[in-house]
């Protein structure tokens, strides 16, 4: 049979049509491929690594303490970081201390050291650790420490020592 242009018409439209469509699936196959990849390039990950307690000093009912903690950054730079500190009396739940380190954007595959100095009376607390990015809640983490202070009459001073009740631990917090 001819075309009415003269073009002779090779089989069924019917295949023609199912070959376009299976062309363009696959297309959109590999469209949406590449567009997962390049966001996940794109996409950063927060984590805490460590936290250590240095005892600074001491004054007549408090002990001035360093609080390190390493956060590393992987995947893209990140976006801006801040960090909340409470400190807890235990068994209260009512904080005595607020802390607040704006640390900025970390670089991507970098870790970073940041300090929060503190004074910590005499008794036991939770330590509570928020890590914002672009002030979105991402990483929380809680541990529990004690400080004894005594009073050497002898000497006539306050001697103080802190320790860890239990570690801290970090985990991310779920956005769905």
Same mark, same amino acid.
Request: glycine share 8%; hydrophobic share 35%; net charge negative.
């Given at each position: 049979?001819?075309? /009415?242009?003269?073009?002779? %018409?090779?089989?069924?439209?019917?295949?023609? @049509?199912?070959?376009?469509?299976?062309?363009?699936?696959?297309?959109?196959?590999?469209?949406?491929?590449?567009?997962?990849?390049?966001?996940?390039?794109? %996409?950063?990950?927060?984590?805490?690594?460590?936290?250590?307690?240095? %005892?600074?000093?001491?004054?007549?009912?408090?002990?001035?303490?360093?609080?390190?903690?390493?956060?590393?950054?992987?995947?893209?730079?990140? &976006?801006?970081?801040?960090?909340?500190?409470?400190?807890?009396?235990?068994?209260?739940?009512?904080?005595?201390?607020?802390?607040?380190?704006?640390?900025?954007?970390?670089?991507?595959?970098? @870790?970073?050291?940041?300090?929060?100095?503190?004074?910590? &009376?005499?008794?036991?607390?939770?330590?509570?650790?928020?890590? !914002?990015?672009?002030?979105?809640?991402?990483?929380?983490?809680?541990?529990?420490?004690?400080?004894?202070?005594?009073?050497?009459?002898?000497?006539?001073?306050?001697?103080?020592?802190?320790?860890?009740?239990? /570690? /801290?631990? !970090?985990?991310?917090? /779920?956005?769905?």
């Amino acid at each position: 049979m001819k075309h /009415p242009m003269g073009y002779k %018409k090779y089989g069924n439209t019917k295949y023609v @049509t199912v070959i376009a469509v299976i062309i363009i699936i696959i297309a959109a196959g590999v469209l949406s491929s590449y567009v997962c990849l390049h966001n996940a390039k794109n %996409k950063n990950h927060l984590s805490v690594d460590a936290m250590y307690l240095v %005892k600074n000093g001491e004054s007549d009912d408090k002990i001035n303490v360093s609080a390190t903690l390493y956060l590393t950054n992987v995947g893209a730079k990140s &976006g801006d970081i801040k960090i909340v500190t409470y400190i807890m009396e235990r068994w209260k739940g009512i904080a005595i201390d607020k802390k607040e380190i704006n640390v900025g954007k970390l670089e991507k595959d970098k @870790t970073s050291e940041v300090e929060l100095n503190m004074q910590i &009376g005499n008794g036991s607390y939770d330590i509570e650790v928020l890590v !914002f990015e672009d002030d979105l809640l991402k990483i929380k983490g809680q541990g529990g420490i004690t400080t004894t202070m005594v009073y050497d009459a002898n000497e006539g001073i306050h001697r103080g020592d802190i320790s860890w009740d239990s /570690p /801290p631990s !970090f985990y991310d917090v /779920p956005h769905t």
